[in-house]
């Protein structure tokens, strides 16, 4: 390590930056993210020995605040424990900082008086956004005025006991009505696409498409769609007597994302549920970033064309690139919070989401479903044609159980077909191929942005954040632990630590493997790895599948004892179901290919063997986590009486 460090008088173990005190940069603005993403790679990039002049030329910090830097992180805390990545938060203070509360005693209101109010009042802060932002079908004004929310808020002024004589917002001569406008006038602009829905604004829809192949380069723009397959599949599955059977399915999905540039498919992922969800649209997306491998064919004679597939497989420059803007459809799997929070966190586009049942703003993607269908599965016997009408359809169902065509021949014969259609000559980008064209506009200049290197082992595609508070009754003997979707989840940290009973923590879920929870403390702390209790921790399972399996329980469909597992006894259910039932059938095999993906290796493991290094850096991270409580609780107990500021979320 450098010279740099001789003169500090640093722990050895904290020139390992896997030591230090992470950071949840969730709640931050763009710009903040920005500049502290900057930080941290100048920091890691000083940790691996680079040169100034390159650490600079990748962030643009300067030599001298990169010292500034390195000082505020190796410093340590009241518990001794470093502040690690937390110095590099934007207007993060080393040091408590509190707004005084002389401020609210001064006949004109003293700086920050209206923060510090809205601050330790959190209805008055509920009040003011949900007053500026009416919910849909409101029977109220449709935008109040600045002047009638300034009215309400001096009127919950009163009703929380706040004194009209000696404290703000009656001590201010406008009665705070200055600050509150400013206040609003910041909500407006931080929160610009609700206002744009306030005022009844299609703001998404006002992007105007310009389909021209000379105004577009490589990831540009981008179109993503969902299309269900004409092609009737089937299962095995084994009857009751014990004889195995064929039975059909559901028509299946497939979603795609396609270049509008190159008319190039970047991603697909093909979808077993009789409607596809948040997760399926996230999981194409996934597909579409992070470089894929062609699949593997076991059908004789099928084979891929030469030089054909994706382009993240083909084409270096292209390998974790990022679309500029995203066009979809305005369905509800498509706006979910989580989409629309994971493209942005993720790939920072902007979302032209047209209106439902539009294809013309989709035009490209479209078409191309067609070609789909044109290339493969209208050629096959169990296909139901384009229509209702189509004599194609006839006897599909009987021909899928005959010719025995499966998922896994389904999933062959899409990769096959869009690898061909990428290597295929395209009348509307002047009869090159989506991959020639492609390749081409890179050979003239065309930039694409790709994910930094640093993030892309840290990318989640499938996590979400909310809140949870934390449960338990030391005098009963009930250990701290936070109740999550009906389930309980905790781990030893959080066991040995009863003053956190009552904290209103945030959690980090994956919502296709919920048996582990990141759990953090209101400053950003890390509490660690929350583990599902019982046997819910046992087998992966997504958000989705435990909702449903509680929804049958709740109808009393279906029972488990605290000693079965109930993703195994809602599977044994599925099976039952699936005889006479398709929806059942869908869900079967959906379960199915979970469960071999995960055989094939793509569940991460949780548990490390004993004395291994795994478990000696867990322990030495969960004494540092200990410290980062202890530092909290003495906060909390500083400011015994007030009211903590709680994030909303909308």
Same mark, same amino acid.
């Given at each position: ?75 340590? @805390? ?14 993060? &203070? ?29 209805? =008055?802060?509920?009040?003011?956004? !949900? ?33 009209? *004589? ?17 206040? #609003? ?12 829905? &306030? ?14 192949? !000379? ?65 399926? $649209? ?7 970033? $992070? ?14 064309? #030469? ?10 420059? $292209? ?28 790939? !920072? ?14 035009? #490209? ?24 009408? @189509? ?13 025995? *065509? ?28 989506? =991959? ?5 506009? *890179? ?67 994956? *919502? ?80 199915? &290919? ?57």
């Amino acid at each position: 390590m450098r010279n740099y460090f001789d003169s500090l008088k640093i722990h050895k173990k904290y020139l390992d930056l896997k030591n230090w005190p992470g950071v949840n940069s969730y709640h931050m603005t763009k710009e903040d993210l920005d500049l502290f993403n900057r930080r941290k790679k100048a920091v890691e990039l000083y940790f691996e020995n680079y040169k100034f002049k390159d650490i600079h030329d990748a962030t643009e910090i300067q030599r001298q605040e990169l010292h500034r830097l390195l000082k505020r992180c190796l410093l340590e @805390d009241k518990l001794g424990v470093i502040w690690g990545y937390r110095a590099l938060i934007p207007r993060f &203070r080393i040091g408590e900082y509190n707004i005084k509360q002389d401020a609210l005693y001064q006949n004109n209101g003293g700086p920050g008086s209206f923060k510090y109010l809205i601050t330790h009042y959190t209805e =008055l802060e509920e009040l003011i956004f !949900n007053l500026l932002f009416r919910k849909k079908n409101s029977i109220r004004d449709k935008r109040m005025s600045k002047k009638y929310i300034h009215k309400h808020f001096i009127k919950k002024c009163k009703e929380l006991g706040i004194s009209s *004589i000696n404290e703000y917002p009656f001590t201010s001569r406008d009665l705070g009505q200055r600050s509150l406008y400013a206040y #609003i006038s910041g909500l407006e602009d931080k929160h610009f696409n609700k206002m744009m829905l &306030r005022d009844d604004v299609e703001i998404e829809t006002k992007f105007d498409f310009d389909s021209s192949l !000379n105004s577009v380069k490589p990831y540009q723009k981008v179109q993503f769609d969902g299309h269900k397959i004409d092609l009737i599949i089937s299962m095995e599955l084994t009857a009751p007597d014990g004889t195995p059977r064929y039975v059909t399915l559901s028509r299946v999905w497939i979603l795609t994302i396609i270049d509008v540039s190159t008319r190039a498919i970047i991603g697909y992922h093909l979808c077993i549920e009789t409607e596809y969800s948040s997760a399926d $649209v996230l999981q194409t997306i996934k597909n579409a970033i $992070v470089p894929q491998k062609n699949l593997e064919l076991a059908i004789p004679n099928l084979e891929y064309p #030469i030089d054909s597939g994706l382009p993240s497989t083909l084409i270096p420059e $292209v390998r974790w690139a990022l679309w500029d803007e995203f066009y979809y459809d305005n369905a509800k799997a498509n706006l979910s919070k989580i989409v629309r929070d994971r493209l942005k966190k993720i790939t !920072n586009c902007r979302v032209n989401a047209g209106p439902i049942k539009s294809p013309l703003n989709r035009a #490209i993607i479209e078409r191309f479903f067609g070609t789909l269908e044109r290339m493969s599965y209208h050629r096959l016997p169990s296909t139901t044609g384009s229509d209702i009408f @189509d004599p194609r359809r006839k006897g599909s169902e009987e021909d899928a159980i005959k010719y025995q *065509i499966t998922f896994e021949e389904l999933q062959e014969i899409t990769a096959v077909t869009i690898a061909q259609y990428n290597s295929t000559m395209h009348e509307g980008i002047y009869f090159s191929s989506p =991959l020639e064209a492609m390749k081409q506009k *890179i050979k003239q200049g065309a930039v694409i942005r790709t994910m930094d290197n640093y993030q892309k082992g840290e990318v989640k595609f499938f996590s979400m954040e909310t809140f949870r508070t934390i449960k338990g009754n030391s005098s009963k003997g009930r250990r701290a632990h936070i109740n999550y979707e009906n389930v309980k989840y905790t781990n030893e940290l959080l066991q040995s630590s009863p003053g956190l009973i009552g904290t209103r923590i945030m959690i980090t879920v994956d *919502i296709e493997d919920i048996r582990i929870l990141e759990a953090y403390l209101e400053d950003g702390s890390s509490l660690g790895k929350l583990r599902a209790t019982g046997k819910w921790g046992a087998s992966k399972h997504s958000l989705k599948l435990r909702k449903e399996i509680y929804k049958l329980a709740y109808k009393k469909l279906l029972q488990f004892t605290s000693q079965e597992d109930p993703i195994m006894v809602y599977q044994e259910y599925l099976k039952e179901k699936a005889q006479t039932e398709k929806v059942a059938r869908n869900k079967l095999k959906s379960m199915q &290919r979970n469960q071999k993906e995960k055989s094939e290796g793509e569940l991460v493991k949780i548990d490390f063997p004993k004395n291994s290094s795994a478990n000696k850096f867990e322990k030495s991270s969960d004494i540092m986590q200990q410290k980062l409580i202890e530092d909290f609780m003495k906060k909390k107990a500083t400011n015994k009486g007030k009211k903590f500021r709680r994030t909303i979320t909308y």
